[in-house]
């Protein structure tokens, strides 16, 4: 059971679709990331509706740890390696741009999400030495992000911590998944948008006009526009050749607020697979890792015992004064890239219909670039970053 049980969050309305409908938008997907698309196509005036075959706030929504984070997992060293260096500078700095708007987006719509802006610590691990997370911090000061590379005496008179070396960054966002998503389709639905669940999409046919969408409980929905945030979960006309799934693991303690460490700062390896941790508002402290490359749920959950096990025995190596024992436990997949960056925009040979895909651990910050994104192709806009995420990068 995810962590966020312990913490309510407000009710989203669904109702069930028994007729056949029509509107400008229609987002299949009810989780983060269709609730940040609602609400920002709402906002730009569209009329919008959103389907989801669980229900709101379901699927990946519910297992993320939420470290809302602008640093994406691939470091943009070796992001640079792999798409240029300028390439990589822009889409770390779209990134921070990211997290920056989401903070005032939750700010002007007064969305109580627990947010908390929050420093971040990139330890030295078995993919980079201190040397390299020398070079990592140069690199992205050069590109206009600050960072603060900290010695294993910086770092453990600073943190309390044992290690070689670290990264230190600063603004990113802890907050609470769930009640971020409610809040945002909230939103969406005062704008008139309209949630049916459960309902499933079976089929979409397309044409220069806009699109059919076909649903196994009968009824069809026309649109201008089709919008996939599915997750991992891909309809087959959405390629899938640099996507791949990963299985992860997480943990979360009682409450413990005196017990956290200074600045309760996000922690993250660099490492692989690496082990991730954030403080919640009340003191409980998060923990997530032991990835593993496969989707069998059934394979997935049956681990978790174990993967708790070791997640507890890493935070207890690494913060001895602690209460490292798991009060939840629970596991979850998603969906990620070769480069760790997102894949967002239109479906090739379709020009109506956009996909969201890719998110690695950036889950909430990739969201809302892709809220940007697509809201400005369905405005007949061009974003300057758009090939930066395009699905036939």
């Known amino acids: 059971m995810p962590v966020w049980s312990a913490y309510r969050s407000r ?101 109580n999400c627990r947010m908390k802006s929050t420093w971040s610590l990139y330890l030295a691990g078995t993919s980079l030495g201190p040397s390299e997370l020398n070079r990592e911090a140069e690199a992205r000061r050069y590109a206009g992000i ?79 526009h089709l919008v996939l945030t599915t997750g991992y979960e891909l309809l087959d006309m959405v390629p899938s050749a640099n996507h791949r799934v990963i299985s992860t693991w997480a943990m979360a303690t009682a409450p413990q607020p005196r017990r956290i460490w200074p600045h309760a700062a996000m922690i993250w390896e660099a490492s692989d697979p690496y082990l991730y941790l954030r403080a919640t508002s009340d003191g409980r402290v998060i923990c997530g890792g032991e990835d593993e490359e496969f989707i069998d749920e059934g394979r997935r959950d049956a681990l978790t015992l174990v993967k708790t096990d070791r997640l507890m025995k890493k935070l207890a190596e690494l913060f001895p004064q602690l209460d490292v024992r798991a009060e939840f436990a629970w596991s979850g997949s998603f969906g990620t890239t070769t480069t760790g960056l997102p894949i967002i925009g239109t479906v090739p040979h379709h020009p109506r219909i956009h996909a969201v895909m890719g998110y690695g651990g950036n889950g909430i910050t990739f969201s809302q670039i892709a809220s940007e994104l697509i809201s400005a192709t369905i405005a007949g806009e061009v974003d300057m970053d758009a090939g930066l995420f395009a699905l036939d990068q």
Not at 155 to 176: K, T
Not at 178 to 192: E, H, M, N, Q, Y
């Open 146 to 224: 600050d960072a603060s590379y900290l010695t294993r005496q910086q770092l453990g008179d600073q943190f309390g911590i044992e290690r070689s070396a670290a990264i230190v960054s600063y603004d990113n966002l802890a907050l609470d998944p769930r009640k971020l998503t409610s809040g945002l389709l909230l939103a969406a639905l005062a704008r008139k948008a309209r949630f049916y669940a459960p309902v499933e999409a079976v089929s979409a046919e397309d044409n220069r006009l806009g699109v059919v969408v076909a649903t196994r409980e009968g009824p069809t929905i026309a649109a201008k």
């Open 11 to 111: 009710t989203v309305p669904t109702d069930r679709l028994t007729r056949d409908i029509k509107t400008d938008v229609l987002i299949v997907g009810m989780g983060i990331s269709g609730a940040m698309m609602a609400e920002a196509l709402t906002r730009d005036g569209h009329s919008v509706a959103c389907i989801d075959r669980r229900g709101p706030l379901k699927g990946s929504t519910a297992a993320t740890t939420a470290l809302v984070q602008f640093e994406i997992d691939q470091p943009l060293v070796k992001l640079s390696r792999m798409i240029g260096h300028e390439a990589a500078r822009q889409a770390w700095r779209r990134s921070r741009l990211a997290v920056f708007n989401l903070k005032g987006r939750v700010e002007a719509l007064d969305l």
